[in-house]
């Protein structure tokens, strides 16, 4: 069972990692392909100058701190 969830957690970041660098070129300047989405500088960043996008995660307590100081 182990080896199980082990194999699908690898199986599906790579699927994101995938999905994260195909979204790159559909969202230019946040810089998907290098950080995967993941919270960076540099993505924190990009958010703040171009604004989030529709992919973001309004949950995300970052995401709705800049959606809040934009308005």
Known sequence: VALSIS???ILAKV???RLMVELDGKYPGYGLADHKGYVTKIHQA???KLGVSEI???SYA???AI???QN
């Open 46 to 48: 990009a958010m703040e």
């Open 56 to 58: 973001h995660r309004r």
């Open 67 to 69: 959606i809040n100081s």
């Open 7 to 9: 194999a699908a957690s």
């Open 15 to 17: 699927h994101r990692d």
């Open 62 to 64: 970052n995401v709705a």
